[in-house]
């Protein structure tokens, strides 16, 4: 017969307790996300981001080695764990202490009609397009790895009502697609696809009580998002995801009503976009369809900065698309004191009279530095003469680290950046070439994403992120995802335009490319 323990757990010092109960060397992390108990898990349980730590008060947990290597040895004797390596064998008692916050800011901007027409992209007028005399709504999401982007439109002006803000709550099981894709093939699809299904039903939810408007009202919804996204929604098996040659179960369009998909009680028609590839999906698709790739004619790149650094090349008779390993350091994953664009998070840094000065969202305490903080202090620290070119940290503080708001940037915080913006680089390198020009020679650089919307351009290209030739040709697009999203409720011709982008894409395999390390390696260099 199992050995059944029970944890008490609490969430603060003054908290009340939940109990969770769990077989005899079953993992904690598991048993207190199946108790819904909402905890930081950034790296997928491998034991490397330290986000998932709690603090034993009373029983015994062993010392893991993964411990042993994020955790101090003070730490380890006041009692600290990692959730994901522990594995109880009798009843304690712990304390949820995570080193970051769940409460991201999302970026929600989107395109505006006025934008898309300064842009030269084709509007259709709303005289062929919103034809809704009564007060119908419909819905636009952009279901992202890390948050959740709703908005709700007018169908009758096609006027932007309200919008609303999510965490995707997927993230307790890594912060990256390849944690998930991990996580649904050790058998935890299920839990991931219910996960995401209470997630848009939550945000729908609230978001018709922030506009004050009822569901009988909605009359359609549209999801976008990236591939695993799609297929952990649906609860499609995510086995090719992971592996070569990375062959989705459907990349098309995905008409279906919304009690059946997320559970809600009105049956609303719901249609999810489609994708071009396993990494490069839907959300793509949309941002594309947003900044007018559909009839762009000279040569544009359309960058999303987030964990899958997602690169399109090109114009309307002709794309290159990939996906790149940038890894989470752009949203403050694997970096020690990193964070996502939470309130405390340091995103802004500069040196003044050799004093260091920096911001933080919302003018929060400092509680770390997300993606955008790290560009801007190791680009700061750059300018000082405290990083050399190659990444190294001076000897002063090669050990102990660069001190920042009783935190402290490490020389392996700076090597996460160095391979997340080199992949970058290496991509939209390995595009140019194959349309064969130079960077003079694009017209414009889109860039989406919330990591994006934040960038300071001068100092993404200090770092090398950039070429400089693209300083002055970036256009920063917010959600282009959302955009997308939206233009499809009110676009009737939204179909036949991501069918002629979709058709004109041509997926590029980096790591097949012959000069992909030659120009990795060397791009590792600031």
Known sequence: MEQRIVIKVFKSIDSRNSLVYMSKGDNLLDALVSSNLTISNECGGMGTCGKCMIRLVEGALDISTQDRNVLSEHELAEGYRLACTAYPDRDCTIMLCSRTSDDFKVVTETLSYNAIKESSMEVI?????????????????????????????????????DKYSANNPQRIYGA????????????????????????????????????????????????????????????????????????????????????????LNDRIPLMILPGISAFVGGDVTAGLLACGFYHKEEPCIFIDLGTNGEIVLGHKDRLFVTSTAAGPAFEGGNILYGVGSIPGAI????????????????????????????????????????????????????????????????????????????????????????????????????????????????????????????????????????????????????????????????????????????????????
């Open 125 to 161: 007028s709303h005289s062929k397009t919103f034809l809704h005399e009564k007060n119908s709504y419909a819905l636009a999401i952009d279901l992202g790895t890390t948050t959740l982007a709703f908005a709700i439109i007018s169908l009758r002006d096609g006027v932007i009502i």
């Open 176 to 263: 990256d697609v390849v944690s998930r894709i991990k996580s649904s093939n050790e058998g935890k699809l299920k839990m991931l696809s219910d996960l995401i299904r209470k997630g848009l039903r939550d945000g729908i939810y609230a978001l018709l009580a922030k506009a004050d408007t009822k569901m009988s009202n909605l009359e359609k919804i549209i999801i976008s998002g990236n591939t695993t996204m799609i297929h952990l929604l649906m609860e499609y098996p995510c086995d090719n995801l992971g592996a070569y040659p990375f062959k989705p179960i459907n990349l098309g369009i995905i008409n279906t009503f919304s009690d059946d998909l997320i559970g």
């Open 347 to 526: 995103y802004n840094v500069s040196f003044k009279n050799k004093i260091l000065s920096y911001n933080t969202i919302d003018n929060a305490p400092p509680v770390g530095l997300c993606g955008t903080g790290l560009i801007e202090l190791v680009s700061e620290l750059l300018i000082e003469g405290l990083i050399d070119r190659s990444g190294l940290l001076v000897d002063r503080y090669f050990d102990s680290g660069y001190p920042i708001a009783g935190m402290k940037l490490i020389q392996k915080d700076i090597r996460e950046l160095q391979l997340a913006k080199s992949a970058i680089r290496v991509g939209m390198d390995i595009l140019l070439k194959k349309l064969g020009l130079s960077y003079e020679e694009l017209d414009e650089v889109y860039l989406a994403g919330g990591f994006g919307y934040h960038l300071d351009i001068e100092k993404a290209v200090m770092i090398g992120l950039l070429p400089e030739a693209l300083m002055n040709k970036v256009k920063v697009v917010g959600n282009a995802s959302l955009s997308g999203a939206i233009m499809s409720l009110s676009d009737s011709e939204t179909i036949k335009k991501m069918q002629d982008i979709i058709s004109s894409a041509e997926e590029v395999h980096l790591s097949n490319e012959d000069d992909f390390n030659d120009l990795f390696i060397n791009y590792l260099s600031f």
